[in-house]
């Protein structure tokens, strides 16, 4: 299928190409026979007799069709070469402009795959937890509230998947015009944020930021991307001992923006992968007890490439995660 919509494409490059090559042929055959066929200028002229002027007219015209006959024969030979260079060249843009298109298409049947698989699971739970209790001819309160249980604890799965799949639609959308903020600011309200999920796990979030440092950038985007890092950090926090840092540092031509947690790490074949929609490592990294659908990260990268920043990732196993977006000056 991808072959017929390539050679389809490329079938459509070199009609335009050929097209535009037998104009261009016409066009010089015509400039041609305008040439031959135009006479000499009356002082050109020699006057002889009548013999051998017809003689140098039957040479002439001779030369002139023969010239024609050249002219026609390397037209044809310069379409042919055209019609085979144009194939291939017609070959190799087709790719060229399918091949976005392609990994675009594949992506999004990958990203509804993957969405379908992750919604099943929470309503194939809620599915069999209701045919349980309903086989029963007699339900207890007690079992009737353990079901109940079960049954918002997958409703809330159900919500945070599709407010994950909103958040990942809008940030693909306009971005807002850029605001001059104060780092300190940013990283506060943030570290504001979460300070209570922090304390119910009883992990530490640390921030550290120059004070009256003002920057330029997305502050609507930043604050997004610095709230799935923090959020991302505490749940691989180890509990109890768990330690998020969030900081700032001001470079020469950037500012950079640091999140580090002390939670088992990610491998080094994970961290190719992070940023993928729905990925999730399957070491140690998932051995806890962190819930999620694999898009946060998909989500702050995709905002961070919306607006020209970069992101990556320092981590090594068992030695804690560190996630830094970097933020061009404007």
Not at 13 to 37: C, D, G, K
Not at 54 to 83: K, P, W, Y
Request: aromatic share 6%; with cysteine.
């Amino acid at each position: 299928m991808k072959q017929q919509r390539v050679k389809r494409l490329a079938l459509s490059y070199l009609a335009v190409i050929m097209t535009l090559s037998l104009v261009f042929s016409v066009i010089i055959y015509a400039v041609t026979s305008t040439q031959l066929n135009r006479e000499l200028p009356p002082d050109d002229h020699i006057k002889q007799s009548a013999d051998i002027e017809d003689q140098f007219h039957h040479r002439l015209e001779r030369r002139d069709n023969e010239t024609r006959e050249m002219v026609v024969i390397s037209l044809i030979a310069l379409n042919g070469v055209m019609l085979v260079f144009g194939y291939w060249l017609s070959l190799v843009l087709a790719r060229r402009t399918l091949a976005p298109i392609e990994r675009s298409i594949e992506q999004q049947a990958q990203f509804v795959s993957n969405a379908s698989h992750e919604l099943r699971t929470p309503l194939a739970a809620l599915l069999l937890s209701n045919e349980i209790a309903m086989r029963k001819r007699v339900l207890t309160d007690e079992k009737a509230r353990q079901v109940l249980s079960q049954n918002v604890e997958e409703i809330k799965k159900l919500t945070n998947l599709s407010n994950s799949l909103l958040d990942l639609a809008k940030s693909e959308n306009a971005l807002n015009d850029p605001e001059l903020i104060d780092v300190s600011n940013i990283i506060g309200e943030v570290v504001d944020q979460y300070s209570s999920i922090a304390k119910a796990k009883q992990v530490k979030i640390l921030q550290n930021a120059p004070d009256g440092q003002k920057v330029t950038l997305q502050v609507n985007a930043v604050r997004q991307i610095l709230s799935i890092l923090v959020d991302n950090a505490i749940k691989y926090a180890p509990q109890k001992v768990g330690e998020v840092k969030i900081l700032a540092r001001l470079n020469k031509n950037s500012v950079e923006f640091i999140v580090k947690d002390n939670g088992p790490g990610i491998s080094s074949n994970d961290q190719k992968h992070i940023f993928e929609r729905f990925y999730r490592a399957d070491a140690a990294r998932t051995r806890t007890d962190a819930s999620g659908y694999g898009l946060g990260l998909a989500i702050a990268k995709t905002l961070a490439d919306r607006c020209g920043y970069t992101i990556h990732i320092k981590s090594k196993p068992s030695a804690g995660a560190e996630f830094i977006l970097v933020i061009p000056n404007q």
